[in-house]
């Protein structure tokens, strides 16, 4: 077979698997209730999709805690960062309920691209 031909062949294949592999790992998302059309961390731009934890910790010290958030977790590799003021304005506890939407803002102490809740809501337990 001619070189540019077999090449040709090659990429045409490699296309294929990888966009197959971004179908299955979509309805994988989807199916497993998971987080779909995140957007990437540092994009400035916060996550429409609420998602639902528990205040895992909390340091009055520091004046900053975590949400424990399976989804955040699994499509980021951490939790989701919590702040004195909402910690202090809806009465949080440690193992509160909550749901909120993710921001990758820049917002000390967090770094720009770390997930932290914004818009958080207490929930009835």
């Known amino acids: 077979m001619n070189a540019a031909v077999d090449l040709g062949i090659n990429l045409l294949i490699f296309v294929t698997l ?8 979509r309805e994988d998302i989807k199916r497993k209730g998971r987080l779909t059309g995140l957007t ?19 340091s009055e010290k520091n004046g900053f805690g975590f949400i424990a958030c399976p989804a ?23 193992g509160s309920a909550v749901s909120f939407v993710l921001s990758f803002e820049e ?15 207490k929930l009835e337990q």
């Open 40 to 58: 990437a961390p540092g994009s400035n731009t916060k996550v429409a999709e609420r998602l639902v934890g528990h205040v895992q910790r909390y």
């Open 18 to 25: 990888a966009v197959l592999a971004l179908v299955l790992r």
């Open 72 to 94: 955040c977790r699994d499509q980021f590799g951490r939790d989701a960062q919590l702040f004195q003021e909402d910690w202090e304005a809806l009465e949080l506890h440690v």
């Open 107 to 121: 917002r000390f102490p967090c770094p720009k691209g770390r997930p932290w809740a914004a818009e958080i809501q």
